[in-house]
């Protein structure tokens, strides 16, 4: 997040925001998933305030309002004022799809990349995820600590205030519970809210390439039970893909995760199609990636309570041209949310407002789909929007403000960044005043 002039945790009044995007929607059921003119409804107040206490919302309205608030009269002196210059306002991005616990960047496979070689040569090579499975096995829990930590930083800076961090470079049960425990201590001391995933099941350990089943045991009769008995994870995760598992292989991963009271998500049809309506049973919070989604899973997911979340950047950082059917998932109804898939090989930003610009330019979809895609719809991917995602009293304190004067500008300025400063739980990382 900015760099702090100050931080204080007493009621925060924001005033004269020039808009104010709620995202409160009188077209859908309260905290039901986003979808089809849903999407486009942003709530836009102008001329607006916001005031916060105790880490809440307590009122959002047009800025004459918050002026005749009565418990503001009678708290005024104990309030600080945030005056946000006409500035833009929203609810601060939900990042629901990330891969930070890693130890280097993968530069070789970058240059490989470059010159030709396909996913599946460079993974051949000894590169790819096997390279930063070695790195991560070797490195301190407080090495990787400190690397999840300025991703945080990194994030909260470019108007995230919710994080979604996956383990899955470990590919062993001490590696990945040493990765969620990095996860843990970074969040300990970010401001924001951190939702951790176990993604053990990312891909088959070098050492136990050629056996599968041995590695899916230990996934099962350790790796979840001691992510599930230290409460270092929400949700386990699985890679669903050739080369990595089998959707039979991911039906025993989401049972035992399942019986442990923990959540599921899926990596799907990202490199080729696959089945989709035999996880459904296991009510996924998120399917993510479908690059290669089939009409008829598309139309499960208009009917399900199930977030289509897509991630454009790696699909720019591979210079694939094709990108995620965005416009065919919202035509049909699906709940859609965007995300940075945040990760050393194939997608390293933790930029929200760049993914809501690809969204825009090469998926078509429109501002306002792409703005509720990054924010409620990604906190309906985390199960949180009935406390993010939105402006509403009662709900969380997060919120992002733009040194913008129209909220389409959030799309059309793509690379830069335009975070003037955000607030996570009612606690403000101030600009430096003159």
């Known amino acids: 997040m900015a760099q702090p002039s100050a931080r204080t945790n007493q009621p925060l009044l924001l005033t004269h925001i020039g808009q104010l995007l709620t995202l409160r929607s009188e077209s859908s059921r309260p905290n039901s998933l986003r979808r089809g003119a849903a999407m486009r409804d942003l709530g836009i107040i102008e001329d607006a305030a916001v005031l916060c206490a105790g880490g809440k919302i307590v009122s959002v309205g047009a800025m004459r309002d918050a002026a005749r608030d009565p418990w503001l009269k009678r708290h005024r002196r104990q309030v600080t004022e945030l005056d946000c210059g006409g500035r833009v306002v929203l609810p601060g991005f939900v990042d629901s799809h990330t891969h930070p616990v890693f130890a280097a960047p993968r530069l070789v496979d ?44 990194q994030a909260g800076r470019h108007g995230t205030t919710t994080i979604e961090c996956k383990s899955g470079y470990g590919l062993s049960t001490e590696a990945e519970i040493k990765s969620l425990e990095a996860i843990r201590d970074a969040a300990r001391a970010w401001p924001g809210t951190v939702v951790p995933t176990l993604l053990g099941a990312h891909v088959c350990p070098p050492e136990l390439k050629s056996l599968p089943d041995k590695y899916l045991h230990e996934i099962v009769k350790q790796m ?47 490199l080729s199609p696959g089945e989709l309506w035999p996880l459904l049973r296991f009510h996924p919070a998120s399917f993510d990636h479908l690059d290669c989604v089939s009409d008829e899973d598309i139309a499960q997911l208009a009917r399900r309570d199930v977030v289509a979340t897509l991630l454009p950047g790696a699909n720019y950082f591979l210079g694939l041209g094709a990108y995620p059917p965005a416009r065919k998932l919202l035509d049909a109804g699906a709940a859609v949310a965007l995300a940075t898939d945040y ?53 969380d304190a997060d919120l992002t403000i733009f040194d913008l004067r129209d909220w389409r500008e959030i799309a059309y300025w793509f690379g830069g960044n335009a975070c003037w400063t955000a607030i996570a739980a009612g606690v403000a990382a101030l600009p430096n005043q003159s």
């Open 110 to 153: 970058f240059e490989k990349r470059i010159s030709g070689a396909t996913y599946e040569e460079i993974a051949a090579a000894g590169g790819g995820i096997a390279s930063s499975v070695s790195a991560v096995r070797k490195a301190r829990r407080s090495e990787l600590a400190a690397n999840v930590a300025r991703a945080l930083d």
């Open 224 to 270: 979840l039970p001691r992510a599930a008995e230290a409460k270092l994870a929400a949700f386990v995760d699985v890679f669903i893909e050739r080369g990595a598992f089998t959707l039979e292989q991911a039906e025993q991963v989401f049972t035992a995760a399942e019986n442990l009271g923990l959540g599921a998500r899926a990596h799907v049809c990202q």
């Open 343 to 395: 990760n050393p090989g194939t997608s390293p930003t933790l930029n929200m407002q760049f993914i809501v610009s690809l969204a825009c330019t090469q998926m078509r979809m429109s501002p306002a789909e792409a703005i509720t895609a990054a924010t409620y719809n990604g906190a309906c991917a985390l199960k949180l929007q009935d406390r993010k995602g939105s402006l509403e009293p009662g709900k």
